[in-house]
């Protein structure tokens, strides 16, 4: 699993969180020991005028609690919506690694709504989830719990932040594709909608989440999940060997930044005394997974006899992903590995569109259910530099509309987080300076999936690409 950086934000109205370490008496509804411990205490501030690492990481946690503009479902008033196609990464969960020889973050995956964050249909959700024998998941999907239950997270679980966090992606989308522009009726059915997630227990209950707040009724015979093998969606288009070489070569990137940055190999060197392993074994852990656990769950960084983990290894770390992700986007080869991975799932979005703009009227609704390293690729292969590292419960929405002057002719929106990224695509920048319409059209996404993206290979077509060496 690789971390990559947050670039600064083009949504202003994000608030900025500052973060001091002071003693309280932690309350048990958060899921804390009842012990007097440190807890990581937010103020709210304004954005910084620079890069914070604080702060981003601040963004990337996305603790629900203040409601969220987004600015889905705008279109002038003669168009129609026809078709939305969401993609997510799963809510906030337990980190995936551990650091050795200190005590797991004490997080609590019971849900329970009297304790926060909470939203107000969390406890009909949870009634709800208990009865869905009558759903249709795809092979190892309907062994997978439908919401967290442990008292003490596992490794990876969705926590209740992560429920809360797309119960209000679900609300917020209802609000406007169903309730303003009735993309769904209460009739619906099953046909109508096209559901597909990773076999992980968490993007499962992430998109079970949304649903719940989203489709005019939660029907559980109308549910049927798809089962997808690969985070990035490729299915029966997998084998890709020049896409597994710039993936390895952007690793070597990586490895090659990491090991030139001094401070970072100090602060390494630092936590590894503190926790008393080798620098390596440390390293090896992944300690920035687990820190992000304690950093948006409010809790104070682990200690041992030898000393404590502190807010500036954790600002050393975050501040080297900052200056990977500049050389990430100098470099490019991480854009080469994402153009291959993405196009297969791209391809079946754009075909999709395209058979609802022939008048087809099934899966006008698509929900992808995914993670990290699923929504970040598809981000750089679009050409949305600017966008920051997709934070818990990020979602990805491509819109189709209809004109209603001239019906033969439709148009895209994409948005990412709620805010419109369509014009900063690479096959729409150009468009943007000679139309007044504030949309892209289909033609301009379908020329560049089907042919334009494999122009910076030298070929014509996704197997081509795949198997020719570069120059």
């Known amino acids: 699993l690789f971390f990559f950086p947050f670039k600064k934000s083009y949504v202003p109205y994000v608030l900025y969180l500052s973060v001091h370490l002071i003693p309280v008496n932690p309350i048990r509804e958060d899921g804390l020991n009842p012990k007097s411990r440190k807890r990581i205490m937010p103020d709210l501030l304004t954005e910084p005028p620079v890069i914070d690492p604080v702060y981003e990481a601040h963004v990337y946690c996305n603790i629900p609690t203040i409601a969220e503009r987004s600015m889905e479902g705008h279109a002038p008033h003669y168009f129609k919506l026809v078709s939305v196609q969401v993609l997510i990464r799963h809510g906030d969960r337990y ?3 551990a650091i050795p020889k200190t005590k797991r973050p004490d997080i609590d995956c019971m849900l329970l709504p009297s304790r926060k964050p909470s939203h107000p249909q969390l406890e009909a959700f949870i009634k709800h989830m208990s009865k869905g024998s009558a759903a249709q998941m795809d092979g190892s999907l309907s062994s997978l719990p439908r919401y967290p239950s442990h008292s003490l997270c596992e490794m990876g679980e969705l926590t209740q932040t992560g429920v809360v966090q797309h119960l209000r992606n679900g609300q917020l989308l209802r609000d406007i594709y169903i309730n303003k522009h009735k993309l769904l009726l209460s009739d619906w059915t099953a046909k109508q909608l096209y559901l597909e997630t990773t076999g992980k227990s968490r993007t499962l209950q992430s998109a079970l989440a949304l649903l719940y707040t989203f489709l005019p009724d939660f029907d559980w015979k109308k549910i049927n999940m798809r089962h997808q093998w690969s985070t990035i969606f490729c299915s029966g288009s997998c084998d890709c ?8 070569e952007e690793q070597r990137r990586q490895y090659s930044l990491r090991v030139k940055n001094s401070d970072l190999e100090k602060i390494y060197v630092d936590m590894a005394k503190i926790v008393g392993i080798p620098t390596r074994q440390l390293r090896a852990s992944n300690p920035i997974d687990s820190l992000l656990c304690y950093f ?7 200690c041992t006899k030898a ?3 502190g ?12 200056e990977d992700e500049r050389e990430r986007q100098e470099k ?3 854009f080469l590995y994402a153009l291959l991975a993405t196009h297969p799932l ?3 979005t754009v075909n999709r569109l395209q058979r609802i703009a022939e008048g087809k009227k099934e899966e006008v609704f698509v929900l992808y259910s995914a993670h990290d390293v699923t929504l970040s690729p598809v981000l750089s292969a679009l050409g949305v530099t600017e966008a920051r590292f997709p934070r818990f419960a990020a979602r990805l929405v491509f819109e189709l509309w209809q004109d209603g002057k001239r019906p033969k002719e439709h148009f895209i929106r994409i948005l990412y987080n709620g805010a419109d990224v369509t014009f900063q695509t690479s096959f729409c920048k150009d468009y943007y300076k000679r139309s007044s319409k504030p949309m892209c059209p289909l033609e301009k996404f379908a020329s560049f999936v089907k042919r334009d993206m494999f122009l910076v290979f ?3 077509s996704y197997y081509d690409a795949c198997r020719r060496r570069p120059l």
Not at 241 to 248: A, F, I, V
Not at 296 to 302: A, L, T, Y
């Open 311 to 322: 807010m500036e290894h954790f600002k050393v770390i975050k501040r080297h992903q900052l």
């Open 296 to 302: 948006c769950h409010n809790v104070s960084f682990p």
């Open 458 to 460: 030298n070929s014509t």
């Open 241 to 248: 060997p020049m896409r597994n070489h710039y993936l390895e």
């Open 346 to 348: 791209l391809n079946q």
């Open 307 to 309: 000393g404590c983990i």
């Open 332 to 334: 490019k080869l991480y």
């Open 95 to 97: 980190p995936l690694y």
